[in-house]
């Protein structure tokens, strides 16, 4: 068990810009999520994966952002035409789905600041 | 709407005591419960969970109590240590959803 990795670990981007992260789930967990934290508060929901399949969007996800999970392996999300509202750290989590209480195993997350 | 409450305000303990952490939830039926500890620039690291069912569940010096009449759930360290330092998170399913939401985390700090 390597456990949850993501790529970078820090990005610093200019407004406007796409930006492109990576996560890389422990490998036999079927569900995949991404969460994104500001400063004192609670990681917040994006998305969710169940193996390749999408199944579930925050409203909070504008079109500017979109996840994909090819293959049911490693995710990516990107965020286009980048705001300043988008500085964050963005967490990606795996559990192995066999029942709705798996516990979910986060990474270190990556942060993001947008100039 | 459904909301979940921790203090907000750093709770600053002695080594030795037994520190306490509240989460409340309105407008829930979780069947279950998490307790997370995540600790600056880390991901949050999955402690503990409790069912409806149960009242109570341990591990080592932790030790979780569930109130679904009071619909709070009470996280309690005993014999805290200077490495107890961190943020504590709960975090409930969504009904019908296959999401968790998180509180806003409580940050404990213990004092040697």
């Known amino acids: 068990d390597t456990g949850v990795s993501q790529d970078p670990r820090h990005k610093i981007t200019k407004r406007g810009q796409n930006v492109t992260f990576r996560c890389d789930p422990i490998?036999?967990?079927?569900?995949l999520y991404w969460y994104r934290q500001t400063l004192g508060q609670g990681p917040e929901f994006l998305t969710y994966?169940?193996?390749?399949?999408?199944?579930?969007k925050s409203r909070l996800l504008s079109d500017r952002f979109s996840a994909e999970r090819p293959k049911g392996s490693f995710s990516t999300l990107e965020i286009q035409r980048t705001e300043q509202g988008d500085s964050a750290m963005y967490l990606c989590?795996?559990?192995?789905?066999?029942?709705?209480?798996?516990?979910?195993?986060f990474g270190n997350g990556t942060r993001l600041t947008v100039t | 709407s459904q909301k979940i409450e921790q203090n907000s305000e750093a709770l600053n303990i002695q080594e030795g005591k037994t520190a306490t952490l509240t989460c409340n939830y309105t407008?829930?039926?979780?069947?279950?419960l998490q307790w997370y500890r995540q600790d600056p620039g880390r991901g949050p690291v999955f402690l503990l969970l409790?069912?409806?069912?149960?009242k109570e569940k341990r591990k080592e010096r932790l030790k979780v109590t569930f109130d679904t009449t009071l619909k709070q759930s009470l996280f309690h360290i005993t014999a805290s240590q200077p490495a107890d330092s961190a943020t504590y998170l709960c975090?409930?399913?969504?009904?019908?959803?296959?999401?968790?939401?998180f509180g806003t985390g409580t940050r404990l700090k213990v004092l040697a």
């Open positions: 989590a795996s559990s192995l789905g066999r029942d709705n209480n798996s516990p979910l195993h």
């Open positions: 975090a409930l399913p969504r009904t019908g959803t296959y999401k968790y939401i």
């Open positions: 490998s036999e967990h079927n569900r």
């Open positions: 407008n829930y039926s979780p069947a279950y």
């Open positions: 994966f169940q193996n390749e399949a999408q199944l579930e």
């Open positions: 409790i069912r409806e069912n149960e």
